[in-house]
């Protein structure tokens, strides 16, 4: 089962920032907050991971609390091309079970024009 | 650089049949994932291989299979298909980055059992 609590849907005015909350309550030491979006139909796309400190890079930032339960998702400035299911994984960093990525289902953001 | 290919995109078999699908992995990744992804729901773990090895496996029958190639490419290949196997098959290449790895994945292939 998925380690990971997302709202089912958002809605975003185009332009503006999008922020997708994800709730990981019981996420340990080791394990890595990662982000994956897709877009109908077509393969997952990576966009950012991290471990405890605040990412960032060319698509996203990813805000991850002090206490690692939960991680904020932002889109800057939202495009009509970001309407995508966006998926939450909480996954093991080597030494542990990290082979596999554990889909939930996502929270699907609709960005209006 | 080119991402991760899978072949064919779409495929369309009967009961019964079998069928094969391939992936070839992004340039100097070592490591192949395969995942089945049913109408409605988020792609789910079959196998991944790590130089040529199984390193993990999840909760398939026995029809489902998979090797990789000495050149890092792969093959999923489902015996006996049953209508509940139509599905998009994805594959993943990852390489590794610092202490965990990274996956990329192909577009996928569309398989639908009549």
């Known amino acids: 089962d998925a380690k990971t609590t997302q709202p089912p849907s958002m809605d975003c005015a185009e332009g503006r920032a999008a922020n997708l909350p994800c709730n990981h309550s019981?996420?340990?030491?080791?394990?890595?907050v990662y982000w994956y979006r897709q877009i109908h139909s077509q393969g997952p796309q990576y966009i950012i991971h991290g471990l405890k400190n605040n990412e960032t890079n060319e698509m996203a930032s990813l805000i991850i609390t002090e206490d690692r339960k939960s991680s904020t998702l932002i889109l800057p400035h939202a495009t009509l091309r970001d309407t995508a299911v966006y998926y939450c994984i909480v996954r093991d960093g080597f030494g542990g079970s990290n082979y596999k990525l554990t889909f939930g289902k996502g929270t699907l953001l609709t960005v209006n024009p | 650089d080119a991402g991760v290919t899978q072949s064919p995109t779409h495929l369309i078999k009967t009961r019964g049949q079998h069928v094969t699908l391939r992936c070839s992995p992004i340039?100097?990744?070592?490591?192949v994932s395969w995942y089945q992804q049913v109408l409605g729901q988020g792609p789910q773990f079959i196998f991944q291989y790590y130089e040529k090895e199984e390193r993990g496996r999840g909760n398939f029958p026995d029809r489902f299979s998979a090797r990789q190639f000495p050149n890092y490419s792969s093959e999923l290949n489902v015996n006996a298909l049953l209508l509940g196997d139509s599905a998009l098959y994805l594959c993943?290449?990852?390489?590794?980055?610092?202490?965990?790895?990274?996956?990329?994945f192909g577009p996928g292939t569309r398989l639908t059992v009549l």
């Open positions: 993943a290449s990852s390489s590794r980055t610092g202490y965990t790895d990274t996956q990329y």
């Open positions: 340039s100097g990744h070592k490591s």
């Open positions: 019981t996420i340990s030491g080791n394990e890595y």
